[in-house]
């Protein structure tokens, strides 16, 4: 240990916009860059928190762009703040998966998470920063309001005058008394892992020739993909694509959705196909799978993996329950129905899934989002899943289509799609929330050709764990029958607004199974236009993503 440094206190004023979003603060990379930004919101964060001098602070990101030089301003305004070691992923370094792993298995204070997930890097494109607490897992509004009301009201915030720390070499070093270490990004993370699956089992599938292609996107899940994939489970090398991170993610737009990941998802389709193919995002957190032949949706993987994960080591003795977020397709709801166990319906985002996975009510986790995840860690885990798919695979002997359709036999299959109209003006996306909100009362009974709505409302959760409220979480329109519109506004975009609307229809009928899925919702889809006046308000007459 050194002496402590003297702390510096540099005058600021105050940025209007830090309201962390759906998770963390993200804005373009060049309003992060602007003198004081950054430093303003990292201040706020210590400032929103008690109890930490003396203790560790996790830091990482996803690679992308200035994420180094934050990291040297993060370590350096923790240091003045009063932290006493800081944790930090070699080369700056670590999914949101591992982050919330390092927490955990070191039991540091909290974590700082540098990251703008499934959206772009590079100076022309986006970054973020994300306070985790001490279980691992996202700051819940309590706190990240707390942020917001202290970034409104900074007049000044605290560093120390010392030289960049080399975090590229693994090892410890000092800011004054602040201790420093540099850890391997992937070990802790790859040792739960194994700690959780079937190794022998899946690395035996690959042994029989089972293939995979695994695409990184360029982004944080490489290293971790290529130590477990190729090196510890023996997939063969080639297996994982795009596998070094780079801060620009190589210009791919890391979301590993059917748009982004549409080389794979046409791979699958091909007679060439491994497999399965898979996918993360820029932080690791989202998984895609898609089998030879078929692709599977987040909201049935979600239902799959809760009614399978009895299959893995880790979750041998069944699950306590689930949780999904509201917008995610009710396919899960009819696992934890059938195995006895409790059903969580959650507003969008992870941060809710904290109190449920702490208090043991539930062992399984899903967002429609390319998002699952278990009490493992307190974020959603996108190799995770992949590894519970492997896991399955392994012990079921069977394929990925195989299984999606037995599935579907058993518990009936629920159609469901996303349509985003992104980066829409602020004041038509709004517009058309007010809108809707102002019909709902008025909407139970109507009846729209076949669709007779059974109940309409502006989605409140009631967290039965802290008794906390969040309200205006998605306008719902529920149809008879299981059928559903959701319309909600993004809280992760940089730009403009983003509408999301979701659609799905519960089909029980096996026989029914093999519609096209925009087939299968045609009515819902031209309803959902008709309800919320889509395109007067957008000004589009499609949506940009559909997923
Ligand atoms: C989106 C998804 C949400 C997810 C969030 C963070 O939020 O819909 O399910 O939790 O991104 O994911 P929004 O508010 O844009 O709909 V990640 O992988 O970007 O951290
Ligand atoms: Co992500």
Redesign the pocket.
């Known amino acids: 240990m050194t002496a402590p440094l003297p702390i510096k206190t540099v005058a600021t004023k105050p940025f209007n916009d830090q309201r962390p979003?759906?998770?963390?603060l993200?804005k373009k990379t060049r309003v992060f860059q602007q003198p004081h930004y950054l430093a303003n919101f990292v201040q706020s964060i210590f400032s929103s928190l008690e109890g930490f001098a003396g203790k560790a602070l996790v830091v990482g990101g996803d690679g992308r762009f200035f994420n180094r030089e934050a990291i040297q301003l993060i370590l350096k305004m923790a240091a003045a703040n009063g932290f006493g070691e800081i944790i930090v992923g070699r080369s700056g370094i670590l999914s949101?998966p591992a982050a919330s792993a390092v927490i955990r298995h070191d039991k540091a204070f909290g974590g700082i998470v540098l990251?703008?997930?499934?959206?772009p890097g590079g100076p022309d494109a986006d970054f973020?920063i994300?306070y985790n607490i001490s279980n691992g897992g996202p700051a819940p509004e309590k706190i990240t309001e707390a942020i917001f009301a202290h970034s409104k009201a900074i007049e000044s915030y605290k560093t120390v005058e010392a030289a960049d720390i080399d975090i590229d070499s693994l090892g410890e070093t000092f800011i004054g008394a602040t201790k420093v270490r540099i850890i391997d990004p992937v070990a802790i993370y790859r040792d739960l892992m194994a700690s959780l699956f079937d190794f022998a089992a899946i690395r035996a599938l690959f042994a029989s020739g089972f293939t995979m292609k695994f695409d990184a996107m360029s982004a944080v899940t490489g290293p971790y993909a290529k130590a477990i994939l190729e090196g510890d489970l023996g997939a063969a090398p080639g297996t994982v694509l795009n596998g070094e991170p780079l801060p620009d993610f190589g210009h791919h737009h890391p979301?590993p959705n059917l748009v982004h990941c549409k080389h794979l998802y046409d791979l699958a389709m091909s007679d060439a196909s491994p497999d399965i193919c898979a996918a993360s995002?820029?932080?690791g957190?989202?998984n895609l799978v898609i089998g030879r032949g078929q692709f599977v949706t987040p909201s049935d993987s979600l239902a799959i993996i809760a009614a399978n994960a009895h299959l893995a080591p880790g979750y041998k003795s069944g699950i306590a329950g689930v949780a999904r977020?509201m917008?995610?397709s009710a396919a899960a709801d009819r696992v934890a129905h059938k195995l006895h166990v409790g059903m969580y319906e959650t507003p969008?985002?992870?941060k809710f899934f904290g109190n449920l996975l702490d208090a043991g009510k539930v062992t399984i986790c899903g967002?429609?989002?390319?998002?699952a995840g278990s009490n493992h860690v307190r974020?959603?885990d996108g190799l995770w899943a992949i590894l519970m798919w492997l896991n399955v695979l392994a012990a079921r002997k069977q394929s990925v289509k195989e299984i999606v359709r037995a599935h579907w036999a058993e518990y009936g299959r629920n159609y469901y799609s996303r349509h985003d109209y992104e980066e829409v003006a602020t004041e038509g996306a709004n517009a058309l929330v007010a809108a809707l909100r102002a019909k709902l009362p008025t909407l139970a009974g109507q009846q729209f050709g076949a669709l007779t709505v059974e109940s309409a409302d502006d989605f409140a959760y009631l967290d039965p764990i802290d008794g906390s409220m969040s309200r205006q979480q998605g306008v719902r329109i529920l149809f008879a029958g299981g059928s559903r519109i959701v319309y909600?506004?993004?809280?992760?975009?940089t730009s403009g607004a983003?509408l999301?609307v979701y659609i799905e229809r519960y089909e029980p009928d096996a026989a029914r199974h093999d519609l096209e899925t925009q087939a299968a919702l045609a009515d819902l889809i031209a309803l959902a236009e008709q309800l919320a006046d889509i395109s007067k308000h957008t000004g589009r007459d499609k949506p940009s993503v559909i997923t």
């Open positions: 979003g759906t998770s963390g993200r949101t990251s703008a997930s499934h959206n973020g994300k979301d995002d820029g932080d957190d989202r977020s917008p995610t969008t985002g992870w967002e429609e989002s390319a998002g974020e959603k909600r506004l993004s809280g992760t975009g983003t999301r």
